[in-house]
């Protein structure tokens, strides 16, 4: 037995005798946290036709020495259990035998978009953060990273690619339902309570890491354009609030989260070099680790160095500011900015060069294998925590107490704007839109056509403008607004019958005429039909305030500042309303 295969033995030493023995090629692969899909039998993919995934699972683990990946897809609990085995299985066969450390996106809400998070599937389904924010409890969102951190740990997830603590000052911003809103003092306390729920008091084998992101907030977007796409690159200050979004990066910190995400935004008009954040020493160096004191590791966001192929369309390189760069250049200048850990990339040939060539010293590679290596000794990953049961697996997610949590969460978050004739009594004749017929037949007698009804029940989304591009067409950007014919065909359903409206928030909709003439205006984060149903007639209790207020006008929208929260002129309904009912 190595001194690095001894538990009995202090975690520095063992971080210390391990990082001895590697190659430099086996070192460059720790710098990588990749991707990986899965079969739906639990089995790791040995083959790939290149269209979401470059290389194969062997290929990755076996060939080029990575040891950190995020999970893409939805699957059972079981079958994920059973591949986490299987590729900790190939990775303990590998020379040393590091073990795989597995990361994902948010997986216990309703949003499924392939590059930020995924419906809840076999988890237990909550609201969206927004949700979260809504009711403003930090004790609920304790239990609700609680209950996240028990269901990730039965299926081998050891880091949470989550929570995103960005500020919801622009109202466009397609990543705003992933948020906790607008109030920066807010975000503090319930990122405080998120970080304890993953992690507990101190990083452990019980723990899942906490990567907080996007660094140094990337609420502020340039036209609510997202930087994931070179049109939404620019981040800009025009209310000079630079230091508001910081608050609650400051308070992670303060709670000992783990890890932490740069963004990939490029800061215009302010004393910060104008590259994106990953490449940014000012802001890595010197803002998060020498002034914030941040000792953790810093993974940059997903695909800064390499072009990528996503649903068979080509996406250039992230690389905001440094796009005339190479591709080892650009890695060069992330690690001389601060950076520890790629995203999404799977290169690490290119730090091999990078240090053949004297650019980068091994010595600066090592000082971020170790921060690596540190936490999956400490995670317990070399030990007891390396593999899971996947019997244990199945019936820990989606546990009857973790469902009824997040149901009774749904239920809390709605948010009451106007209350009319709520709560609906006896059993009415309910016409239907985008709810269950099957679900609404236990409230009310439900009747195929509006003129033969008593009441409407409406559920809409917050409108955004179609992407031509795959990929896009899942970050929802552009108008807030209900167009035509849409909103007259709306408009005329709400004149033809009393109607409760429900909107779901995923961005703060645009809706003047809707809430004048609805019935009863509620707004929702992700909720079921049963829960709407439940706040509409009286059966459980809605608690929601709006995280964020909902603008007059998409002149006002487009008019605001984007650092600024809640500057739109004259706003529907104000941040933080909410009735009773």
């Known amino acids: 037995m190595h ?62 020495h990575l040891s950190h990946f995020n999970l893409l897809g939805t699957y059972g609990a079981r079958e994920m259990a059973l591949w986490h085995n299987a590729v900790q299985e190939m990775a303990a066969n590998t020379r040393l035998g590091i073990p795989v450390s597995l990361s994902t996106d948010p997986r216990h809400a309703f949003t499924d978009n392939v590059g930020a998070s995924f419906n809840a599937g076999a988890f237990s389904a909550w609201p969206e953060a927004l949700g979260l924010a809504a009711i403003g409890d930090p004790e609920l969102v304790f239990r609700f990273a609680d209950t996240v951190r028990r269901e990730y740990l039965a299926v081998g997830f050891r880091t949470a690619l989550h929570p995103q603590i960005d500020l919801a000052t622009e109202p466009r911003w397609a990543r705003q339902s992933g948020t906790f809103g607008a109030d920066a003092k807010l975000t503090g306390e319930l990122v ?51 230091e508001h979004h910081l608050e609650p990066f400051k308070a992670a910190i303060a709670a000992g989260c783990s890890q932490m995400m740069p963004y990939y935004g490029q800061p215009i008009g302010t004393d910060w070099e104008e590259v994106g954040f990953g490449f940014n020493k000012g802001v890595v160096t010197g803002l998060l680790r020498e002034e ?205 019958v009393p109607t409760v409206v429900c909107v779901n928030l995923e961005r703060p909709a645009v809706l003047p005429e809707i809430a004048e003439r609805a019935a009863a205006l509620l707004a929702d984060y992700g909720a079921s039909d049963d829960a709407l149903l439940d706040v509409a007639f009286g059966r459980a209790t809605a608690e929601g305030r709006l995280p964020f207020e909902l603008p007059r006008s998409m002149a006002a929208v487009e008019a605001a500042r984007p650092d600024v929260p809640n500057d739109t002129a004259n706003p529907v309904f104000a941040h933080g309303h909410g009735l009773a009912i």
């Open 192 to 242: 405080q309570a998120y970080v304890r729920g993953l992690q507990g008091e101190e990083l452990g084998p019980d723990s899942v890491a906490a990567m907080v992101k996007h660094f140094p907030g990337g609420g502020p977007q340039k036209d609510g354009e997202d930087p994931h796409f070179p049109h939404g690159k620019e981040q800009i200050y025009p209310g000079g609030m630079r």
């Open 3 to 64: 001194p690095y295969q001894d538990a009995a033995r202090p975690v520095a030493e063992r971080v210390e005798d391990l990082l001895s023995r590697m190659t430099l090629e086996e070192k460059a692969g720790q710098l990588f946290h990749s991707m990986l899909m899965m079969n739906a039998d639990g089995t790791p993919v040995t083959e790939t036709d290149g269209s979401m995934l470059p290389f194969t699972t062997p290929e990755l683990v076996e060939g080029r």
């Open 292 to 496: 914030l004191g941040f000792t953790g590791i810093v993974c940059t966001d997903w695909g800064l160095l390499t072009d990528a192929v996503i649903f068979g369309e080509t996406h250039e390189a992230r690389a905001w500011g440094v796009e005339h760069l190479s591709v080892a250049e650009r890695a060069a200048t992330a690690l001389d900015a601060g950076s520890d850990q790629f995203g999404g990339e799977q290169c690490p040939e290119v730090i091999v060069e990078l240090v053949g060539s004297g650019r980068i010293s091994e010595a600066r590679i090592d000082a971020s294998v170790r921060r690596l290596l540190r936490e999956k000794f400490v995670l317990g990953l070399f030990d007891e925590r390396r593999y899971v049961d996947p019997d244990e697996a199945a019936e820990t997610v989606g546990r009857a107490d973790f469902k009824a949590a997040g149901e009774a969460a749904q239920r809390r978050s709605l948010t009451v704007l106007t209350n009319g004739p709520l709560p609906l009594t006896g059993r009415p004749k309910l016409y239907v839109e985008n709810v269950d017929p099957a679900v609404a037949a236990a409230y009310g007698d439900v009747v195929p056509d509006p003129t033969e009804a008593e009441l409407a029940v409406l559920r809409l989304r917050t409108p955004y403008e179609e992407r031509p591009n795959r990929f896009e067409s899942f970050f929802h950007s552009g108008s807030l607004a209900f167009e035509e014919p849409e909103l007259t065909r709306i408009l005329s359903l709400l004149a033809t």
